[in-house]
């Protein structure tokens, strides 16, 4: 995937952002702010899955959840409209913060508001940069936090969640995911789900 000076600044000013999340990850012995991890292995994930990515993808990317812990799970009610609540508010907040660095980076309105249309989840299978996005999300998903949700969730939970991931993916979503270095657990887990 190539990058624009643009692309390089609005990824520059993105991990800036998510740098100063207090939540921490450990990975390969090094110390990460959580959300600063997550839009790198966005970025790594989608660059396998799509290396002909458009630069509009590759933003969406790269903030889909940025700055994410300004808005706490535990701020909403522990239900799933709560759940969804919580999520809805998350979509606009991270379309207005990734907007105001667009327009700082000097995109214009065209691409800004195609990043807007991806961070929200429109037109998924009618749009193939959405549709692409919602496999990367999946793919993260299932590669780097699947087995830390699995192991605080009864498997009945475990395998509805996989069942309803499976079918936010494409064929070649759900190809790549059959193909993730994932432990055996998880492996067996992906089967019982899809099977």
């Not at 959580?34 to 790198?40: D, M, R």
């Not at 969406?60 to 535990?74: L, S, T, V």
């Not at 969804?84 to 991270?94: A, Q, S």
């Not at 700082?104 to 193939?128: A, F, P, S, T």
């Amino acid at each position: 995937m190539s990058a624009s000076p643009k692309l390089s600044m609005a990824f520059q000013l993105f991990d800036e952002a998510n740098s100063e999340d207090p939540n921490t990850e450990i990975y390969k012995g090094e110390e990460f702010p959580k959300e600063l991890l997550y839009a790198i292995r966005m970025t790594d994930t989608l660059s396998r899955f799509a290396p002909d990515a458009s630069e509009t993808l590759q933003l969406a990317a790269r903030c889909q959840h940025i700055c994410r812990w300004k808005i706490p799970r535990d701020a909403y009610e522990m239900n799933r409209v709560g759940y969804l609540r919580w999520r809805e508010e998350l979509k606009k907040f991270h379309v207005q913060k990734a907007s105001e660095i667009l327009a700082m980076v000097g995109y214009g309105h065209d691409v800004i508001q195609e990043v807007q249309l991806l961070l929200l989840k429109k037109q998924l299978r009618k749009n193939i940069d959405s549709q692409t996005l919602e496999d990367v999300v999946c793919l993260v998903f299932l590669q780097y936090y699947f087995e830390q949700f699995a192991n605080k969730h009864s498997e009945e939970k475990v395998v509805e969640i996989l069942q309803k991931t499976w079918g936010k993916m494409s064929a070649d979503g759900q190809k790549a995911a059959v193909g993730l270095p994932i432990s055996k657990k998880v492996a067996v887990l992906v089967k019982k789900a899809i099977s």
